[in-house]
Nanobody, 120 residues
Framework: QVQLVESGGGLVQPGGSLRLSCAASGRIFRVDFMGWYRQAPGKERELVAVISSEGSKTDADSVKGRFTIARDKAKNTVYLQMNSLRPEDTALYYC??????????????WGQGTRVTVSS
């Protein structure tokens, strides 16, 4: 079982910044991908940003230039630095981890989510 603990969510004003953290623990042999997804009320869950073990990054068009994903491999932790926040960034943000937990098994694990609210 792989557990993900997210933190850093909260209420911020438009134009403000917030940093999300996600720490993975449990049976992790190797983490191939760590990333962030979000879901707003009435909308589909969407990819925000993901980083691979090689350091390759993929960002959603809506957050490019504003959000930055980073990873600390030693701590199995992924961060999401969010700048220039907009009201439309308001959502529940989920951490996701993909990778093998053994020679024969892989995990696709999700956190419980952390709430981000951008409002005046």
């Amino acid at each position: 079982q792989v557990q993900l603990v997210e933190s850093g969510g909260g209420l911020v004003q438009p134009g403000g910044s917030l940093r999300l953290s996600c720490a993975a623990s449990g049976r992790i042999f190797r983490v191939d991908f760590m990333g962030w997804y979000r879901q707003a009320p009435g909308k589909e869950r969407e990819l925000v940003a993901v980083i691979s073990s090689e350091g390759s990054k993929t960002d959603a068009d809506s957050v490019k230039g504003r959000f930055t994903i980073a990873r600390d491999k030693a701590k199995n932790t992924v961060y999401l630095q969010m700048n220039s926040l907009r009201p439309e960034d308001t959502a529940l943000y989920y951490c996701n981890v993909k990778g093998p937990i053994s020679v024969t098994s892989r995990v696709d694990s999700w956190g419980q989510g952390t709430r981000v609210t951008v409002s005046s």
